[in-house]
């Protein structure tokens, strides 16, 4: 069992903003941080696929995979450590996970897909693919947005894991998930 995809033990709500490539999640995520005076966790993988790109002009390849599975949690545990409230994560190991057998025919290392089934948030803000595509280096499918999102909802579903669809402008995303994560405090 590799412990080191494992989520540490925490006091605080978990929020991950969930879904294909182009869709708001980065910036949601960090809107939301600072709406309710409170951390997110960066999504590893874009800085480090950068890296790679930028040094060597390389895309993701499979061996890529778990050190950006590592990296995501890594994080994910320090910042948790540090907050007490609600911890916003720009994607998670279900993230990666989807994104393996997407990429990389149907395969995600078995460690990886029992983490990503394990460890546990508390709300996933599914993306909606219905705002422009934007080009950077690293987004490459832009005519498959709706297989991506379709096999990004499947995973949610297969999982059984508590979600929400964002759809709209910058605006209507952020006011719909402040009024859900409103609702999911009061539960609290």
């Not at 078995?110 to 219905?130: G, R, S, V």
Request: net charge neutral; hydrophobic share 35%.
């Amino acid at each position: 069992m590799e412990s080191y995809l494992q989520q540490k033990p925490s006091n605080c709500l978990k929020i991950v903003l969930f879904g294909p490539e182009s869709t708001g999640k980065s910036t949601l995520a960090q809107e939301l941080a600072k709406h309710y005076n409170t951390n997110f966790v960066k999504e590893f993988a874009r800085n480090y696929l950068q890296a790679k790109w930028d040094k060597f002009q390389l895309a993701c390849e499979l061996k890529d995979i778990m050190p950006i599975a590592k990296g995501q949690i890594k994080n994910e545990n320090i910042i948790a450590e540090n907050t007490t409230k609600i911890l916003f994560c720009d994607t998670d190991l279900l993230t990666t996970a989807t994104y393996s057998k997407m990429y990389f025919n149907g395969y995600c290392d078995p460690d990886l897909q029992e983490y990503a089934t394990k460890n546990h948030y508390d709300l996933y803000l599914l993306m909606d693919i219905d705002i422009p595509w934007v080009k950077d280096d690293l987004r490459d499918r832009p005519n498959d947005r709706r297989v991506f999102f379709n096999s990004f909802k499947n995973s949610l579903d297969l999982n059984e894991k508590k979600y929400a669809v964002i759809s709209g402008d910058f605006e209507k995303r952020k006011e719909t998930a402040i009024c859900l994560i409103n609702n999911l405090l009061n539960l609290q």
